[in-house]
């Protein structure tokens, strides 16, 4: 009785092992989420290009979505109905601290909107300038 016992749990973790690891496969290589994952990449990259234009930082520090940091802080890409809502935070250099932004982007990929923490005062004067940019203090 013993035997069967241990025979039939082999089988059973087994059989298991198969249909999680058929499942992962299917799941992994699903050509939607591979998609909808460049398609975010593709976003976070452009934001990226965006915010050091915008903010005319050449050697910009980013946490994204797709270079995280849960030390600095939850960072998020959200789709909405045409386009992208990306949250991260930058920072100019090794001595300057995190700065939040939140930035949208067109499904097209063009600025819409960003919105950053920071008190650098060539920033408070590009957002007097610049309708697409503002400042959360």
Do not use: C
Not at 15 to 35: E, H, L, R
Not at 79 to 89: A, F, H, L, Q
Not at 95 to 108: C, G, I, K, P, R
Request: proline share 4%; hydrophobic share 45%.
């Amino acid at each position: 009785m013993k035997i069967n016992h241990r025979v039939g749990s082999v089988v059973f973790g087994v059989i298991v092992g198969i249909v999680a690891a058929a499942w992962s496969y299917q799941w992994i290589t699903d050509p939607v989420k591979v998609a909808a994952r460049q398609a975010e990449e593709h976003a976070v990259i452009r934001a990226r290009e965006l915010l050091a234009e915008r903010l005319s930082i050449a050697d910009l520090q980013v946490v994204d979505p797709l270079a995280t940091d849960r030390k600095v802080g939850k960072v998020y890409i959200y789709p909405t109905d045409d386009g992208w809502d990306i949250s991260g935070y930058y920072r100019r250099d090794d001595n300057d601290s995190w700065h939040a932004y939140l930035m949208s982007v067109s499904s097209s990929l063009q600025l819409r909107s960003l919105k950053v923490d920071d008190d650098d005062p060539a920033l408070a004067a590009l957002a007097e300038s610049d309708p697409d940019v503002e400042m959360a203090r």
